[in-house]
């Protein structure tokens, strides 16, 4: 079945770096935008960053630009955000999400994140 | 960026009943605007997208209606399983954007 499965999240300093991975499976990861969306505790969500389909385009909410980065690896499934210069602010659980379609001729679904995985946690303290 | 505001913050309501969410946008979203449903230490679950399509899977005693900048969340016949935070998002515009949530507790 669909499934995204995030891991990665651990205990980091202020300044230090953390890669999380989201691992998917069970639809055609290769055709689909995809997303990385954290919460913090007992606060709300909040758009981390979007990549493109074919890793050509990525874009950044403006508390993490400059200092994450998404990609992927279209030959094994996987999303990535690297995460440096770790703040306490940055400390919440980060979920990876898929839209509930692709671009196709040109058509697209309407946007919306339909996927989505457990969630990794991310602890950043001295 | 585009703000979304949601009203109430709280809401205290009973089974059976039915109960209604307000969202708003700083700015037009058209019809751009989806709900989710997250309950605690859970993954968000979409319900509506699109303001008013409700997603597979979804009772149908959750709708959405709305376009522009005010959206609705409706759900009629509330459940025991329905006691959650909602959030709307817009994904009209980058960056995309979630409300502040709106907690339902009974």
């Known amino acids: 079945q669909v499934q995204l499965v995030e891991s990665g999240g651990g205990v980091v300093q202020p300044g230090g770096s953390l890669r999380l991975t989201c691992a998917a499976s069970?639809?055609?990861?290769?055709?689909?935008?995809m997303y990385w969306v954290r919460q913090a505790p007992g606060k709300g969500l909040e758009w981390v960053a979007s990549i493109w389909y074919d890793g050509s385009n990525d874009n950044y909410g403006d508390s993490v630009k400059g200092r994450f980065t998404i990609s992927r690896d279209n030959s094994k499934n996987i999303l990535y955000l690297q995460m440096n210069s770790l703040r306490v602010d940055d400390m919440a659980v980060y979920y990876c999400?898929?839209?509930?379609?692709?671009?196709?001729?040109?058509?697209?679904?309407?946007?919306?994140?339909?996927?989505w995985g457990q969630g990794t946690t991310v602890t950043v303290s001295s | 960026d585009i703000q979304l505001t949601q009203s109430p913050s709280f809401l205290s309501a009973s089974v059976g009943d039915r109960i209604t969410i307000t969202c708003r946008a700083s700015?037009?979203?058209?019809?751009?605007l989806a709900w989710y449903q997250q309950k605690p230490g859970k993954a968000p679950k979409l319900l509506i997208y699109a303001a008013s399509t409700l997603q597979s899977g979804v009772p149908s005693r959750f709708s959405g209606s709305g376009s522009g900048t005010e959206f609705t969340l409706t759900i009629s016949n509330l459940q025991p399983e329905d006691f959650a935070t909602y959030y709307c998002q817009q994904l009209h515009s980058l960056p995309i954007t979630f409300g502040p949530g709106t907690k339902v507790d009974i």
């Open positions: 700015q037009g979203v058209s019809s751009i």
């Open positions: 069970g639809f055609t990861f290769t055709k689909y935008v």
């Open positions: 999400a898929r839209p509930g379609g692709y671009c196709s001729d040109g058509v697209c679904p309407p946007p919306r994140m339909d996927v």
